[in-house]
Structure formats: structure tokens, C-alpha cells
């Protein structure tokens, strides 16, 4: 394993060996053959049983569709997703991510955007599908939670059809179960397809928080890249354990998720590390069982996650000894909850910062920094990043305030089917958040630009309304927007899910962030909600709130 970092991607030892994510699977089943890749429920896979099921797919893959096509796949956790992911990308065909708690008009938006023509679907959530508009789909295939667990699989199957009737009735023709396709491609032969390192590896939408979804192109050179960025930045106790104890990772956030795909389908896989996937980590109780089973050397989360865990009974009586990384993507991490996080786990939040469209990382804490800052953390290698003002004007000023700018190999190609690639003349693809850079060249992410408030013509951001709101010890979780006022003046409000058992008057918390904030980003109306909407990886949906304002 290198550690040293190269001027240039290309000269790394990982590009020279790997001319397309399908060199990089092989390669690591090969190299790491008999550890544990995945586990669901109990249940392990090897590297080496992964490949053969891999294999399995990619064969009546190559039967039924062919290179560039585009299938759809939507179900949460469960061991199909790699299998899945692998053998599309074997096949070379493109891989298009969903949401499976996406709803009927979300599903055909992606599906009609995308041209799809394969979806594979848990069939949990299948009579969604019996609800949409197909477009172009040809085939669906239907999975299971217990699909590859053996007998197992069959008790969890029932317990989550008849038990906890997560299966709602649901009428498709003609679809197939995943594990008749698998053994119809255990009967083909498989000769492999030619793959360029340029050609689209996924279309990755992006989460639509802000707008309509679309679909980030992004190449095998993308994923590659940001596969061996990721690897310069883990603390090298990741891979080089003298022990040799295979490395154990918890992978509660969504696979179909960019920041989860690069960490646990990608990264992790790299180094040979195992990871166990959390199908349902909002069932805490099942969570927390989970976690006490394993001495974890990582856990991947966000904000909210760790603050269910770490309100959740029996969290704070886990073993932690041998944990190493606890990784925050996906929203800003809040000081108090880091601070809670480092009492009970002795861990550092490790803090990274990326987006759909640059495969995800662009940015990380360093491994060896000593306590959290709230600072995403250095760029990763072979990025570049600038800081520009409202008139594109690059802002050199140390701590200067502006919209952050990002190039390097993890970038997106650009958007699918738009005729907006994303992207500048020079190649700078423009984040929409607002951050800046300070003397030691750490980046602190401001605020959304799309979700900042103009209050009276000062610049309010969100996030830093929130984390105040978050510092009241009655105060779960909130989210902060702005509503229009008299002359459409725009107004601060809050939205605030308080502890159970707890009381708060919209005086008293007003009160609170007249304390710490200037008198224009104190909110000018509170409302108390019994849950804060959000995305399935935990960002806050502020559209949402300022819907139901």
C-alpha cells in the first residue's frame, strides 16, 4: 500500500494497475480472497463468494442488455446491492441509484430522465412501482432482504412479510426474482465486455433538496479517483494493523447514497475491510444490537444519526476500544454533538465534505488532528479548490467569505441530458455552498447558498442559527428557514423538536439566541414540530419546512 502522494493521479501505483472499476474488483477479490467483504444480518460474504454471485449477474446482464444501457436499482442495505452494483459495472452497463422511499412521481422522474431499462427493486417498496409510470423500463426484478442469507434469509423474509408487515401487497407482470436471474447466470459464460476508463460507471442523482433532481455522470475514472483520494486520507492503522485483524466498518447510511457507495462499496473494499450493513439504522434498538456485537474499527454516520445513538439507551455501554475513524459526511456536524460523540466514544468526529456531482470527496479532516473544529478539513489530493465572490472574482483573503469552487478527477463529466454541463469553461464546478478558507488552509462550510436568508440586506446562514438553537439543553433537533414578512422582507424562523419529557415557550428560546447571535439572525418565529423532515441520509429538507410555513 503507498502512502506517499504523487504529483499526479496518474502516477499513483492504484491508476497503473487499474484501467477501470472492473480491474479494481478483480483485483481485490483476488488480493483479499478469503476475508469477509459484507455482512447482513449475521450473515457473512466472502470476497471470493461475492465474486462468483458477481459474476452470476453480469452473465444474464450480458444476456439481456447491452454496454451503455442504464439500469435502476432501489432497495436499502442488504448483501443483493453489491452484488448488484459490481455486476452492472462488470457488464457495462450504467448504474442509476434510487431512493427507496422515493414516491411515485419521484420514481418516474429518474426513470423517465434516465431511459432506464432495467429497475431491481426490494419488494418492500414494490407497490410504488406498481403505481408508476414505467417509461422505458423493460424488466423489473424484485429482491428481498433475505436474499443470500441462506436458510436465514427465509426466517427474515417472514418475520419482515408476516411480522412486521413491511411488504405491502403489490401487482407487477412479468417480474423476475432476483435469485431466479442468479441462477439462470450461473448457467452462461461469461467473457467480459470492453470497458474505457471515460465511459459513465453511474448516473448519480443528486438528492433534489434544493430543486429538481439530476443525474451526475459519473465515469470509472471518477469513482477510481476518488477511491485511492479517500485511501491518501484514512489513518494508516486502517491498513496497516499489525494484528492482523481484518478491519470492521458500520455502514448504517444507504449504499445507494455517493457518500456511503465511495466508503464502504469502494474504499473499504480497497483495503479489505468488512462492512456491515445496517438495513434499518432508525430502528435503533436493532442498531444498537448490531453494534454490540462487533468491536468496530469505523462507523460512518451524520449529525442526526449520532445524536440518536448517542440519545439511545445501551449506546453509551458499547465497546469502543478498538475504534478508530467515526466519519461525518453528508451535513455539517454540530459542536456539541462531537463533543458528546469524543465523552462517550473517546473518537473524533472525522469530518468530510463532498457532493453527488464529485464522486463524493472533496475535502477531509486530517486523521491526526487532536479535537473537532468544525472544519471539513484539507482538500483531498489532486483537488483544487477557490473561494469566489457574487461576481465570480477569485477571493484570495484568508477566511474571505464566498461560493466554493471545485476541480480535480473526482468531478463530474456533467449532468445527463441538460444542456447545462455543471461545469465553467476551466473546468470549475461551482458547489452552491459558501465557505471559507483560513490561514492554515482548512475549509469551514458557511451555509447552502441557495438556503441563506436576507434579512433586512445582512446575509443570514442557517446552519449557524440551527447549531445556537442546538446548544438548548430541551432542544432534539431543529431546522431554520426564511419566510416571507411584510414587504417580502424575509423573516428568520425555527422549526424545533424538543426532548421528550421537555418544555419550551417560544419567548424562552428567543430569549436563548438573543444571547448569541446578532439581533438580525435572531429567529422572529418558532414553531414546535413533533419531527424534522429529512432526506434518508438525515439532511434537514428545508424546502419542506418553508412548504409547510
Known amino acids: 500500500m503507498e502512502t506517499e502522494i504523487p504529483n499526479k493521479l496518474e502516477d499513483t501505483e492504484f491508476f497503473k494497475e487499474h484501467a477501470n472499476l472492473v480491474d479494481f474488483f478483480n483485483n481485490s477479490c483476488n488480493k ?10 449475521g450473515v457473512e460474504m466472502s470476497f471470493d463468494e461475492l465474486s462468483l454471485q458477481v459474476n452470476s449477474f453480469a452473465s444474464w446482464l450480458s444476456q439481456n442488455f447491452k454496454p451503455g444501457d442504464r439500469i435502476a436499482v432501489m432497495m436499502p442495505n442488504m448483501l443483493a446491492y453489491p452484488v448488484i452494483v459490481y455486476g452492472a459495472l462488470m457488464a457495462g452497463v450504467i448504474v442509476i441509484n434510487i431512493n427507496p422511499l422515493y414516491t411515485p412521481r419521484e420514481l418516474e422522474h ?49 418475520v419482515a412479510r408476516k411480522v412486521k408487515k413491511l411488504v405491502p401487497k403489490f401487482n407487477i407482470n412479468g417480474t423476475l426474482a432476483f435469485t431466479e436471474v442468479l441462477n439462470e447466470g450461473a448457467k452462461i459464460d461469461f467473457s467480459g465486455v470492453e470497458i474505457s476508463i471515460n465511459d459513465t460507471a453511474f448516473l448519480q442523482y443528486t438528492g433534489g433538496t434544493t430543486g429538481v433532481s439530476k443525474g451526475a455522470i459519473l465515469t470509472h475514472r471518477n ?7 479517500a485511501f491518501f486520507t484514512l489513518d494508516p492503522k486502517m491498513y496497516e494493523n499489525s494484528d492482523n485483524e481484518q478491519r470492521v466498518a458500520i455502514c448504517p447510511l444507504p449504499l445507494y447514497h455517493i457518500f456511503a457507495l ?6 473499504l473494499f480497497h483495503i479489505g475491510g468488512k462492512s456491515v450493513l445496517v438495513t434499518n439504522p432508525r430502528d435503533l434498538k436493532t442498531f444498537i444490537s448490531i453494534l454490540k456485537k462487533h468491536k468496530f474499527h469505523m462507523i460512518s454516520g451524520v449529525n442526526t444519526l449520532y445524536e440518536a445513538l448517542l440519545n439511545s439507551d445501551g449506546f453509551k ?48 479532516n486530517d486523521y491526526r488532528q487532536t479535537e473537532f473544529t468544525g472544519s471539513v478539513g484539507l482538500p483531498a489530493a489532486f483537488t483544487e479548490i477557490q473561494i469566489r465572490d457574487e461576481e465570480n472574482n477569485v477571493l484570495t ?72 438553537v442546538n446548544e438548548h439543553p430541551a432542544v432534539l433537533e431543529c431546522g431554520c428557514v426564511g419566510i416571507e414578512g411584510k414587504d417580502s422582507q424575509e423573516l428568520v424562523k425555527v422549526f424545533i423538536v424538543l426532548h421528550e419529557g421537555q418544555e419550551l415557550s417560544e419567548e424562552e428560546i428567543i430569549s436563548f439566541c438573543r444571547e448569541k447571535l446578532t439581533a438580525y439572525k435572531v429567529p422572529k418565529h418558532i414553531e414546535f414540530i413533533k419531527e424534522i423532515p429529512k432526506t434518508n441520509v438525515g439532511k434537514v429538507l428545508r424546502r419542506e419546512l418553508k412548504t409547510n410555513s
Open 262 to 267: 465511495t466508503v464502504h462499496n469502494f474504499m
Open 317 to 364: 455501554n458499547l465497546d469502543f476500544s478498538n475504534l478508530i475513524m467515526s466519519l461525518s459526511g453528508g451535513m455539517a456536524a454540530l459542536d456539541t454533538t462531537a463533543k458528546r460523540w469524543y465523552e462517550v466514544t473517546n473518537s473524533i468526529v472525522w469530518q468530510a465534505y463532498g457532493l453527488t456531482e464529485t464522486s463524493p470527496l472533496v475535502s477531509v
Open 397 to 468: 483573503e484568508t477566511n474571505a467569505v464566498g461560493e466554493l469552487c471545485v476541480r480535480g478527477p473526482q468531478v463530474m463529466r456533467g449532468y445527463w441530458n441538460s444542456e447545462l454541463s455543471g461545469l465553467d469553461e476551466n473546468n470549475w464546478f461551482m458547489t452552491g455552498d459558501i465557505a471559507r478558507v483560513d490561514e492554515t488552509g482548512n475549509i469551514f462550510i458557511v451555509d447552502r447558498k441557495k438556503d441563506m436568508i436576507i434579512v433586512s440586506g445582512f446575509n443570514v446562514f442557517p446552519n449557524e442559527v440551527e447549531a445556537v
Open 223 to 229: 469513482i477510481l479517483a476518488n477511491i485511492i483520494q
Open 110 to 158: 429518474v426513470l423517465r430522465d434516465s431511459e432506464a431499462k432495467l429497475l431491481l427493486v426490494w419488494e418492500g417498496v414494490a407497490h410504488v412501482v406498481e403505481k408508476s409510470n414505467l417509461a422505458s423500463v423493460d424488466k423489473v426484478v424484485v429482491t428481498t432482504i433475505g436474499d443470500l442469507l441462506g436458510f436465514k434469509g427465509k426466517i427474515i423474509n417472514f
Open 32 to 41: 483479499h480472497s478469503e476475508k469477509i467483504a459484507f455482512e447482513s444480518y
